[in-house]
C-alpha cells in the first residue's frame, strides 16, 4: 500500500468538498466557501494557513523540475 497522496488526490479531495485549489507565486492556494469548517481535511494535505491573507497555502515542491 501506497501512503503518498498525489497531486490529483489531493485536488478531488478539496473538490469533493466544494473547495478550488489556485496557483499563484510559487503558491498554492485553497479558495472557497465555508473553509473554516474544512480545515482538518486541508491541514491534512500540507496546507497552512496565513493569517494576514486569510487564506490556506501550501508551497509548490521546490524538488520538482
Same mark, same amino acid.
Given at each position: 500500500?501506497?501512503?503518498?497522496?498525489?497531486? @490529483? /488526490?489531493?485536488?478531488? @479531495? *478539496?473538490?469533493? *468538498?466544494?473547495? /478550488?485549489?489556485?496557483?499563484?507565486?510559487?503558491? *498554492? *492556494?485553497?479558495?472557497? %466557501?465555508?473553509?473554516? !469548517?474544512?480545515?482538518?481535511?486541508?491541514? !491534512?494535505?500540507?496546507?497552512?494557513? /496565513? $493569517?494576514? !491573507?486569510?487564506?490556506?497555502? %501550501? @508551497?509548490? $515542491?521546490?524538488? =520538482? =523540475?
Amino acid at each position: 500500500q501506497q501512503n503518498n497522496f498525489s497531486k @490529483a /488526490d489531493e485536488y478531488t @479531495a *478539496l473538490l469533493n *468538498l466544494g473547495l /478550488d485549489v489556485v496557483q499563484r507565486n510559487g503558491f *498554492l *492556494l485553497v479558495t472557497g %466557501k465555508d473553509i473554516f !469548517s474544512k480545515k482538518d481535511t486541508i491541514k !491534512s494535505l500540507g496546507f497552512r494557513w /496565513d $493569517n494576514g !491573507s486569510k487564506q490556506w497555502y %501550501k @508551497a509548490i $515542491n521546490p524538488n =520538482a =523540475a
